[in-house]
């Protein structure tokens, strides 16, 4: 593979809502190490301190960016490592031995996730240096174990923060799901959860409809109708909680919804024990979003051709709106 086809896309606005340099998160899960060997590794490669926050959670201070965050990704057992043992000998040991039962099945279980603090788009070359490191060092990803239902998460903070312009950031991920599905190759273990589940159909159909021009309020609100639940390919609730906490908190009290100015795009896998794999195949697809909706003259040729392979079944029969996006609504392969 030649290293172009390695490269990262330029993302299609560089500032942030408050006209700054715009940054995203990232988030990994792998497998392959313990947590402290993990937290080494990458405090060595970033020249970092370590902070011990719990007994299943590890900090690295002094990026200027923020502190990146190691941990298990299991909420009950990173509260319970947070509170101290009890104090009289049979209670500490009884504690214990739960405790590390627990531990013992989660670690077999659930990954250790990385999650970065928000950085500069030109830290991600960054990233992909860190994520050819710890494949080096023996990093284990998605495919490598049927179980593993392991994924990469990116929150790009968004340009604008208006309705209009984040309807179109909608309708875009909505008419290129399938192709980003099909492209992506979802590990099977991954599709048959639901963490990353495409919108309902009727609810694709309406926002792509030509006269859907819906205020925030209204936006928000035809969301949550039909996506209650952060269990969605693009999860718009962190989003949608920063812009309207309380209209969001009358569908859902999900304690995990983290409200902030950006998409979380959550579909891709992470199969960082494969050599050509990288950030970038998933962060390029992510850029043609961006592109399609950028371009409001393609993007709404492109709904009106989706409202048409949605609403005629034998399109749909004959057809694939994946290979369809691909060859009529894509890019050229050299913008």
């Known amino acids: 593979m030649s290293a172009s086809k390695h490269s990262l896309k330029t993302a299609s606005w560089s500032k942030n809502a408050e006209n700054q340099p715009r940054r995203v998160g990232v988030e990994l899960e792998i497998a392959g190490f313990d947590l402290d060997h993990l937290t080494q590794i990458l405090a060595q490669f970033f020249d970092l301190r370590i902070e011990h926050p719990g007994r299943y959670e590890r900090k690295l201070i002094g990026d200027p960016a923020g502190d990146w965050v190691i941990e298990l990704d299991f909420d009950l057992l990173k509260k319970i490592g947070r509170e101290p043992r009890a104090q009289d000998v049979k209670g500490q040991e009884l504690e214990q031995t739960a405790e590390d039962l627990l531990a013992w099945t989660a670690e077999m279980l659930v990954p250790l996730e ?92 309406k926002i792509t409809q030509a006269d859907y021009q819906p205020n925030l309020g209204q936006l928000i609100d035809d969301y949550l109708m039909d996506n209650p639940t952060r269990n969605r390919a693009l999860d718009m609730l962190p989003l949608f909680a920063h812009l309207d906490s309380d209209r969001v908190a009358k569908v859902t009290q999900d304690a995990l919804i983290k409200p902030r100015p950006t998409f979380h795009y959550r579909l891709p896998d992470c199969n960082i024990h494969q050599p050509n794999w990288g950030l970038y195949i998933a962060w390029n697809d992510w850029v043609e979003v961006e592109r399609l909706a950028e371009d409001t003259v393609r993007l709404q040729a492109c709904c009106d051709a989706y409202q048409d392979y949605l609403n005629s079944p034998l399109k749909n029969m004959l057809n694939n709106w994946a290979d369809i996006t691909e060859t009529e609504w894509l890019n050229p392969p050299s913008q």
């Not at 023996?138 to 239902?149: C, E, M, R, Y």
């Not at 048959?192 to 159909?205: E, G, H």
């Open 114 to 205: 990385i999650v970065s603090p928000p950085l500069p788009l030109t830290r991600l070359t960054q990233v992909e240096e860190m994520i050819s490191h710890l494949r080096d060092a023996g990093a284990k990803g998605t495919s490598d174990n049927l179980i593993n239902a392991f994924g990469m998460q990116f929150n790009p903070e968004l340009p604008q923060l208006d309705a209009p312009f984040i309807t179109r950031c909608l309708q875009a991920f909505a008419c290129l799901y399938d192709w980003l599905f099909k492209h992506t190759n979802i590990n099977m273990t991954r599709r048959i959860t639901s963490y990353v589940n495409p919108y309902p159909k009727r609810y694709a159909q």
